[in-house]
């Protein structure tokens, strides 16, 4: 299924601070269509991937039919990996797009002649999958078991906040985070922690599920998530109220430009994002010069 592509490039000039704080304010401590305390709001996500760990991977399968995948390997394409790099993996507790990124490094070095240095530089390779919640954790380290990844020294798995990373200044050559930044209690905080790690020269790039502009797809859309994802969450995973949270947390999620705004205003210049199927997700990417 050939995918729309519209890109916004926003150039390296910081963008004005968008205009209602108290439009991040609500965001900050919304639960979907909720008003909840900060606090609250960690716990009740954290119960949400929970309780959708075991479901999560199949469940986005059905939600997308199948799009999520190419979606993913967008945002890897758009990363560029190479050998030796340092990579953190924000909210990628079930591995999906670290595993993109590994293979896409793995495809670099087999097409070149192995040589001392190569290897060398695949001793280096590290990615870090970072996740706030063990369960989806788990999920990951299980399924990079079952891709023959159990002893990889390139994966490193670890349980991380993203308002607060473990992690040393300037010292990631990329930064991604798929599906995750929409849940996260403070959105500034976040992406000022990203800018703290990333090198210079590094790369934040974001795949979020997004606002679609197309009246009519629009109207199809809201129905679709309404109507449909909460009930096929109660079927297949038997929990109806988280994926009810998804389509609303949704909603609440600063319009891709607003959010675009946010990132340069956190420090990153030239910012864009890129809408893929009408704007049901966008990727959205800035560089830490």
Same mark, same amino acid.
């Given at each position: ?33 909720? %008003?909840?305390? %900060? ?38 394409? %758009? ?15 079930t591995g999906d797009v670290a595993f993109r990124i590994l293979e896409s490094i793995n495809s ?15 001793? =280096?390779?590290? /990615?870090?999958?970072?996740?706030? !919640? ?11 078991? =079952? ?8 994966? /490193? ?5 993203? %308002?607060?990373?473990?992690?040393? !200044? ?12 929409? !849940? ?7 992406l000022s922690e990203a800018y703290r790690v990333l090198k210079r020269g590094g790369r934040f790039?974001?795949? =979020? ?19 449909? /994802? ?16 998804l389509v609303e947390s949704i909603r609440r999620f600063p319009p891709q430009e607003t959010f ?11 910012? =864009?994002?890129? !809408? ?14």
């Open positions: 299924m050939a995918l729309r592509t519209v890109t916004r490039k926003l150039g390296s000039r910081m963008l004005p601070m968008f205009s209602s704080a108290s439009a991040l304010h609500s965001h900050a401590t919304s639960f979907g269509f909720k %008003e909840v305390g %900060e606090d609250e709001k960690s716990q009740m996500v954290g119960n949400v991937f929970s309780s959708v760990a075991s479901s999560y991977d199949l469940m986005n399968d059905l939600m997308s039919a199948g799009l999520h995948r190419l979606w993913k390997d967008r945002l890897v394409s %758009e990363l560029n990996p190479f050998p030796g790099m340092k990579h953190l993996d924000v909210a990628g507790g670099i070095r087999q097409r070149a002649l192995q040589n001392v240095l190569e290897d060398g530089l695949q001793e =280096e390779t590290q /990615i870090y999958i970072c996740d706030i !919640n063990p369960n989806m954790l788990n999920v990951g380290k299980k399924r990079a078991v =079952e891709r023959g990844l159990g002893e990889s020294r390139s994966l /490193i798995w670890v349980e991380g906040d993203a %308002e607060a990373l473990s992690f040393s !200044n300037d010292s990631m050559d990329g930064y991604t985070i798929a599906f995750g930044i929409r !849940n996260v209690t403070h959105i500034e905080k976040a790039l974001c795949l =979020e599920l997004s606002h679609v502009d197309t009246p009519v797809f629009k109207e199809l859309y809201d129905y679709y998530s309404f109507a449909v /994802i909460p009930a096929l969450g109660e079927l297949v995973a038997g929990d109806r109220k988280s994926y009810q949270y675009a705004s946010m990132i340069a205003n956190s420090g990153f210049q030239k910012v =864009e994002y890129e !809408n893929l199927v009408g704007g049901v997700v966008a990727i959205h990417s800035g560089l830490k010069l």
